[in-house]
């Protein structure tokens, strides 16, 4: 009597194989990769926090570069955050940890190319983020990592 036991076994294994890639090349990449769904409010709050790079910013032994230093907005009502440079000089708002909003994208000016070439913060020019997550980020200057600053985005309980 002969048998196919090892060539239905292969079969079946290259089978489940294939259907297991199928499933995560179609199914679980593009879901995981999916930007999520939210809230109206939460993509286009109605407040926005307001962050300013004062003038002489640059200069490393300057006490002041972000006001506020601290900037703390609630989520659905005031995440959106707007850096204006009123210094003389090109800054960035580039985030500490590489944050990447799954709605927003990267937390960094220099990867936002509608502001100048490079996505250095010309002087006058301002750079927005919208902020879709509850958490703390802190972020620098990239030419002048002593500019630091941090951006609390709290639940909003109202």
């Given at each position: 009597m002969v048998t196919n036991a090892a060539g239905i076994a292969m079969t079946a294994f290259i089978v489940s194989v294939a259907?297991?890639?199928?499933?995560?090349?179609?199914?679980?990449?593009?879901?995981?990769?999916?930007?999520?769904?939210?809230?109206?409010?939460?993509?286009?709050?109605?407040?926005?926090?307001?962050?300013?790079?004062?003038?002489?910013?640059?200069?490393?032994?300057?006490?002041?570069?972000?006001?506020?230093?601290?900037?703390?907005?609630?989520?659905?009502?005031?995440?959106?955050?707007?850096?204006?440079?009123?210094?003389?000089?090109?800054?960035?708002?580039?985030?500490?940890?590489?944050?990447?909003?799954?709605?927003?994208?990267?937390?960094?000016?220099?990867?936002?190319?509608?502001?100048?070439?490079?996505?250095?913060?010309?002087?006058?020019?301002?750079?927005?983020?919208?902020?879709?997550?509850?958490?703390?980020?802190?972020?620098?200057?990239?030419?002048?990592?002593?500019?630091?600053?941090?951006?609390?985005?709290?639940?909003?309980?109202?």
């Amino acid at each position: 009597m002969v048998t196919n036991a090892a060539g239905i076994a292969m079969t079946a294994f290259i089978v489940s194989v294939a259907v297991s890639v199928g499933f995560y090349q179609f199914v679980y990449i593009p879901e995981a990769n999916a930007k999520p769904v939210l809230p109206p409010a939460v993509l286009n709050p109605t407040d926005t926090v307001k962050v300013t790079i004062v003038p002489g910013a640059n200069v490393q032994n300057s006490v002041r570069n972000f006001e506020p230093k601290d900037a703390r907005g609630s989520i659905g009502l005031s995440n959106r955050i707007l850096w204006t440079n009123s210094d003389s000089v090109p800054h960035t708002v580039t985030s500490d940890d590489h944050y990447v909003d799954k709605s927003s994208g990267s937390f960094n000016s220099l990867d936002q190319q509608d502001n100048v070439p490079g996505g250095y913060l010309l002087p006058g020019k301002t750079f927005t983020f919208v902020f879709t997550q509850v958490g703390t980020y802190s972020y620098h200057c990239e030419p002048h990592p002593w500019m630091q600053g941090k951006v609390d985005i709290v639940p909003n309980f109202a």
